[in-house]
């Protein structure tokens, strides 16, 4: 009696803190749906199991009455506990040499599903805890609302909670149709979960009849039953397909508050195209060692500014995939490529460091590291191309200019706008990275790379994107931001979306090749370990990787070959949705530059047309091929750069590392000469070109006529 007694004393303590339906009701799995409203999956519950709440009222008749005959017959008239049943329990455990009678009652299990914290404590206190949290449950609960909860929440098979989930997963039907015969299947399963076939058959009669009243003698329905929940046992209960695994895994972890449905922004229709095409696509690609891909869709909506909405998230072609299914490739951090070099560009004309008609050179060049080391960066031809537009070097993605311009704009600025652009994940500094970072050494993930471009077709804007609703409130990644002007985002989209303009790398068919408006970029990073396309349009932006989630190298596979020839199929299908449209510049003219001066193009300038800031000084007219008036005014180094460094070799000859010059426009300027260290350099060819021997220490280079200096430049050799 003094231990009833003390029960009660501590039931009557915890009346004070209530017990709300609503609370219980908490405990259960997000539906997620799509944007068509069906249904996409279900998200665990924070202990990871899966569970559904229905109304009591939609149970069918029999199931509550067979629960409450197998589990707790008198119900309805104690006040959590049994006194009795606790009473026998206690000496099963006390005399009976490990054989224990049971008392838990209905209520007494909610508590226990409701605490499983509780398991680590041994089983006489544990025991009380679960009295005495029945008692104040029974106080804030009414009998319906407790029965409710624990057949919402009662673990069935697997970590499947509750009956409604378990209808669903083990017979695909919704629990208001499911029959007598199968409930008291269910029943059993409560007391264990993986029975033998006899264990299951004993039980399940004894149950059966005891509850009818009547023979049971159907033996054949009672083996289908068992084998629809025994073959079921691997099925996939999170989501209903292979398509939406990987965004269900993320959704859960980007918004960890459960409620009762997400209604997310993401299509079940276009993804489960998109997979067909992602598959479809590495069959084809298999025989060039490329074994698995990722795709983002955003998707771009004009009356929503600043705002994508995630359409599409596949993070590898078979999410069940026993080896490498649930990695998601599309938030796996890879070495980017050349994917970097627009955000790159965008960043410095917004910071007016070069302009999109800027001459730039694509000569060999070191850059110094520090500490004696230095930086040779190569373009994936291997060879120069001299000196080309800044929008030319974008387009056919030569990789010299852009280190150029990321030495020009600064490490650590450059790292800085990275970040801001959402590329998190590089905390080191910016030595760590080094001028590589211009060509993706940095890393990223797909989804970041997706978003970032996004800025182009929002026009400057770096967008927040939109993942759905949850309780009528809208959920959102990310923070809205500005990047860059309207201006320049035209420009950069301009240049991506010239078939010509990349021919000459690219050639004049590939993948890249649209017969509707996108604009596009490729990266491949170093040994084809990863392949990148990102395009869009006035519509869409779209992501896709394609490599080895092992890091093995790929036979060759660049981004415009592997990923390209996926981004065009997937494109061809979105055009179907929204077709895609020539939209008019606004903050830019059509201007035509002269393709070797990068000024203003004359009539005998061999041109090239690009849009250009309506809101810049147009640069003066080009006097290169001004044909009455050849003096030319414009003679500097192309080659060596100032600043540079160079290492001189003991081991090597002399002669071997001689420094390479390039002036440009040399021999047009009449009496002109070039002083090495103050020295006259004789005998230059009319190219311009023309090599110098190393030695080590400071050096400077100039230009002169009479006493003007037309160009000098100081190098390093260590």
């Known amino acids: 009696m003094p231990f009833v007694y003390l029960l009660f004393v501590l039931a009557l303590t915890l009346v004070v803190f209530p017990v709300r339906r609503a609370d219980i009701k908490n405990i259960h799995s997000t539906i997620v749906t799509s944007e068509e409203r069906s249904l996409i999956g279900r998200m665990p519950t924070n202990s990871d199991q899966v569970a559904i709440w229905i109304d009591i009222k939609e149970f069918p008749d029999p199931l509550p009455r067979l629960i409450i005959e197998a589990e707790d017959r008198n119900f309805y008239y104690h006040i959590g506990f049994d006194p009795l049943a606790v009473y026998s329990s206690l000496v099963s455990h006390l005399f009976s040499d490990g054989r224990r009678g049971g008392a838990s009652t209905i209520t007494m299990q909610l508590s226990r599903i409701l605490h499983p914290e509780w398991k680590k404590y041994p089983v006489l206190i544990r025991k009380g805890l679960e009295i005495s949290n029945a008692i104040q449950i029974e106080f804030w609960l009414n009998k319906e609302e407790i029965l409710e909860s624990y057949i919402n929440l009662v673990p069935i098979h697997s970590n499947a909670k509750g009956f409604p989930l378990a209808s669903l997963r083990y017979f695909k039907k919704n629990i208001r149709f499911l029959s007598m015969e199968e409930s008291v299947a269910f029943i059993i399963l409560m007391r264990n979960p993986n029975p033998s076939y006899e264990t299951f058959s004993k039980r399940y009669i004894k149950l059966y009849e005891s509850f009818t009243k009547q023979t049971f003698y159907d033996h054949s329905l009672l083996r289908e039953i068992y084998d629809a929940i025994f073959k079921a046992k691997g099925e996939n209960i999170y989501a209903l397909s292979e398509e939406e695994g990987h965004y269900l895994q993320w959704i859960k972890h980007q918004y960890p508050n459960q409620t009762e449905t997400f209604e997310s922004s993401l299509s079940k229709e276009m993804q489960s195209h998109l997979l067909s095409i992602l598959n479809s696509e590495l069959q084809t690609l298999k025989r060039w060692n490329v074994s698995n891909a990722s795709l983002i869709v955003l998707s771009l909506s004009p009356e929503e500014k600043n705002i994508v909405q995630l359409k599409a998230m596949i993070g590898s072609k078979n999410f ?373 021997p190393i030695e080590r220490g400071d050096h400077q280079l100039s230009i002169r006529t009479g006493e003007k200096i037309l160009d000098r430049v100081v190098i390093t050799v260590k």
């Open 320 to 692: 069940w995939d026993e080896n490498e299914g649930m990695v998601n490739g599309s938030l796996s951090y890879r070495d980017a490529g050349s994917t970097i070099k627009p955000l790159l560009y965008a960043s410095a004309i917004e910071r007016n460091l070069v302009q999109i008609h800027t001459i730039v050179p694509d000569e060999k060049m070191t850059f110094s590291l520090g500490g004696g080391a230095s930086y040779v960066p190569r373009n994936s031809d291997l060879k120069y191309w001299g000196e080309l537009s800044l929008a030319e070097s974008l387009s056919n993605s030569r990789n010299i200019p852009a280190v150029s311009v990321v030495n020009q704009y600064g490490m650590e600025n450059f790292l800085n706008t990275l970040r801001e652009f959402g590329f998190t994940h590089l905390r080191q500094s910016p030595d760590f990275y080094g001028p590589g970072i211009a060509l993706g050494t940095g890393g990223a993930s797909l989804f970041q790379l997706t978003r970032a471009y996004a800025s182009f077709p929002m026009r400057g804007v770096l967008p927040k994107v939109f993942l759905g609703k949850a309780d009528g409130q809208p959920i959102y990644f990310g923070e809205t931001k500005r990047m860059f002007g309207e201006d320049t985002a035209e420009e950069i989209e301009s240049v991506l979306s010239n078939a010509k303009l990349r021919t000459r790398a690219f050639g004049r068919r590939s993948y890249l090749d649209f017969p509707f408006p996108v604009a596009l970029k490729t990266g491949t990073s170093k040994d084809y370990r990863n392949s990148w396309t990102i395009a869009w349009n006035e519509s869409f932006v779209v992501g896709v990787w394609v490599g080895n989630f092992s890091g093995d190298k790929t036979m060759q596979v660049s981004g415009s070959f592997g990923a390209g020839r996926i981004v065009q199929n997937v494109f061809r299908y979105l055009v179907q949705i929204k077709p895609s449209q020539n939209i008019p510049s606004k903050f830019t003219d059509l201007i035509n530059f002269c393709k070797e001066s990068g000024a203003l193009a004359s009539e005998d300038c061999p041109k090239m047309s690009l849009l250009y800031s309506k809101r810049k000084k147009k640069p003066d007219i080009c006097k290169l091929h001004r044909k009455e008036n050849f003096k030319i005014t414009h003679m500097n180094f192309i080659y060596p750069q100032d600043g540079q460094t160079f290492l001189y070799h003991p081991n090597d000859a002399m002669m071997t590392q001689m420094i390479p010059v390039k002036i440009r426009n040399w021999s047009k300027i009449p009496d002109t000469d070039v002083y090495w260290n103050e020295k006259v350099v004789k005998q230059i060819p009319s190219s311009g070109e023309f090599r110098i």
